[in-house]
């Protein structure tokens, strides 16, 4: 059934968006990034440079946008959708901290949210993880972590058990003193 945006939009946007749907199907990280007013030699270096890093940068209508990401995990995006917007994309995870570097480099573009395998992140989360040395990293971390749980509730466990038997000696022995 089609959507009441995508009837309104005139026919050359409906291609667009079926285009820009089917694109985003290869890339695993997509950066939404604010843009202010740029000269287009300037956004066509940066492009460029970006390229060069493996990021693939774009600039599509909000409306386009906003019925792309209808009816997906991304339609929680759409508040972000209300200016002049432009789209990096990467088809490899560690590709973050490049749009990190990105952020910093260029003070006419600003990522305000960063979308890995169809899940959202703030900028804050993802300046933590860009600070790890390697993403690949991240599940041996979390591997590590919890095998360390129980570990720790055995040691505390038996802490609790070693002092409860102290104690009950403890008793024992002044109860033999007191007969």
Not at 46 to 67: F, H, I, P
Not at 75 to 92: D, G, H, M, R
Not at 155 to 166: E, F, G, I, K, S
């Amino acid at each position: 059934m089609l959507n009441a945006v995508y009837v309104q939009m005139p026919p050359i946007e409906q291609a667009l968006g079926r285009l820009v749907k089917n694109m985003m199907r290869s890339y695993r990280v997509m950066a939404v990034c604010q843009m202010n007013p740029v000269d287009g030699r300037t956004f066509w270096l940066a492009r460029n440079q970006m390229r060069l890093q493996g990021l693939e940068t774009k600039y599509y209508g909000n409306r386009v946008m906003k019925w792309v990401f209808e009816g997906t995990p991304l339609q929680t995006l759409e508040p972000l959708l209300v200016s002049s917007n432009c789209y990096i994309f990467a088809k490899e995870l560690d590709s973050i901290k490049q749009i990190v570097s990105c952020a910093q480099k260029y003070n006419w573009m600003t990522p305000i949210a960063v979308v890995m395998d169809d899940r959202i992140f703030s900028m804050a989360e993802i300046q933590k993880l860009a600070q790890l040395s390697s993403l690949s990293m991240l599940p041996a971390q979390t591997v590590a972590v919890l095998a360390s749980i129980p570990r720790q509730a055995t040691q505390a466990l038996d802490h609790h058990a070693r002092n409860l038997v102290a104690s009950l000696g403890h008793i024992a022995n002044m109860k033999k003193d007191e007969s």
